[in-house]
């Protein structure tokens, strides 16, 4: 499919207003490909609502009309060359990978047809905060794996649980964690891709407010992992977080569903200076850097 352009955006919308949800993912996952981008089902902005009421007392709601249909936005192995791209263009002072994805959603936010009245936020920068693992479960995109939902199925399990806690309260700083046993042994749930794993990331939120479709089925919560994988992914998350192997979702995880090792590197970088350093030299390997999309002007047509 070619690159969609304002036109065809704006004709998920009928002559009498009615919203085709699954027609609009279609031309936004189009969109979002060539720059490694992907983005979720569609999903009900209730039904995220009615997650935080449940879990965390109502906080991080989506301020819209419970029916409205949203997206969740993406990133994939290969994002590291948009945000080197943009580096190239742009040069900005700081904050690059964010400032790769604001220049990315304000050019979906100029072909998205007003009478949506679309709302898009990149997830990393608030406010307004949401919060991407109830995104991710409600949409039917990812799996969210927690050590209580290990329990009871076997005396393995139980004693895995066990021995976890013990081995984090022993190599958890207190000077970091404090000296409190429940902090010190709490096991952080995490949520997993069917296919990229632990390799992508949550980026943007779309909301149209007025992209109402109050009968869209809802997903059913995804089950993909074996217990033995949810236990390693769990045990490598909390204890060897900064490592990344709970990424994979098994050993025979395929390579080309993982970042290659610079993203690995960059990623995982939390120097901005060394950050920077790496967009310089990949910047001046590259020929000069133009958009992977024409302006906005151009597109509506």
């Known amino acids: 499919m070619d690159t969609p352009s304002f036109k065809q955006f704006a004709c998920v919308v009928s002559k009498e207003g009615d919203f085709n949800a699954a027609a609009f993912q279609e031309l936004l996952a189009s969109w979002l490909q060539p720059l490694k981008l992907e983005c ?80 898009i936020i990149n997830t990393d920068v608030g406010p307004p905060y949401y919060h991407v693992q109830s995104i991710g479960s409600v949409c039917g995109g990812d799996q969210h794996i927690e050590a209580k939902d290990l329990r009871g199925k076997s005396e393995d399990c139980d004693a895995w649980e066990e021995d976890l806690s013990d081995r984090l309260e022993e190599t958890r700083d207190p000077k970091m964690w404090g000296t409190q046993p429940e902090m010190r042994r709490k096991i952080f749930g995490v949520n997993v891709h069917p296919v990229w794993g632990g390799w992508y990331a949550y980026r943007g939120l779309v909301v149209l407010r007025k992209g109402l479709q109050a009968s869209l089925p809802k997903p059913e919560p995804l089950r993909f992992l074996g217990d033995g994988d949810a236990r390693r992914i769990l045990a490598e998350y909390n204890l060897r977080h900064q490592l990344c192997r709970w990424r994979d979702l098994s050993e025979f995880h395929p390579p080309e569903c993982r970042y290659r090792p610079e993203e690995f590197f960059f990623f995982t970088e939390t120097s901005p200076e060394k950050r920077r350093q790496y967009l310089e030299m990949r910047a001046s390997l590259a020929p000069a850097a133009t958009s992977p999309y024409p302006t906005a002007a151009n597109t509506q047509k």
């Open 40 to 119: 979720s089902q569609p999903f009900l902005v209730g039904w995220y609502n009615q997650i935080r009421a449940e879990t965390a007392d109502g906080t991080q709601r989506i301020d819209a009309p419970e029916s409205a249909v949203a997206f969740a936005i993406l990133s994939v192995p290969g994002y590291l060359d948009m945000v080197v791209e943009h580096y190239a263009r742009e040069r900005p002072k700081d904050a690059f990978v964010d400032t790769a994805t604001n220049a990315i959603l304000q050019r979906l936010r100029d072909l998205i047809p007003a009478e949506l009245d679309a709302e």
